[in-house]
């Protein structure tokens, strides 16, 4: 199994930036679907972003798209989520979660490993 950290969230201003990180310790990091997902108080679990393997290939949802960059490290056993132009409504706790399976994966059902998350605050 792989154990995730996640860490880089605070309380920003709208239209400011803010880069979490995932850590990653465990089986190969490299082996692993990544993908950031987020809860804002009261709503359900929404995917935001996702990674595959060797990082070439990545997936945003539509409400980040444009404003949010994913990458990921391997040799690091990290990923990264870059939060540009942030947004009020971007207010949530941010999960990095590991997945073995391949393809397109959005589902928070179809991700198996998650960390503890994230505090990211936004002020209008």
């Known amino acids: 199994q792989v154990q995730l950290v996640e860490s880089g969230g605070g309380l920003v201003e709208a239209g400011d930036s803010l880069r979490l990180s995932c850590a990653a310790s465990?089986?190969?990091?490299?082996?692993?679907?990544i993908a950031w997902f987020r809860q804002a108080p009261g709503k359900e679990r929404e995917f935001v972003a996702r990674i595959d393997r060797s990082g070439s290939i990545t997936y945003y949802s539509d409400s980040v798209r444009g404003r949010f960059t994913m990458s990921r490290d391997n040799a690091k056993n990290k990923a990264y989520l870059l939060m540009n132009s942030l947004k009020f409504e971007d207010t949530a706790v941010y999960y990095c979660a590991a997945s073995s399976w391949y393809g397109s994966r959005v589902a928070a059902h179809e991700y198996t490993y998650w960390g503890q998350g994230t505090q990211v605050t936004v002020s209008s």
């Open positions: 465990g089986r190969t990091f490299s082996g692993y679907l």
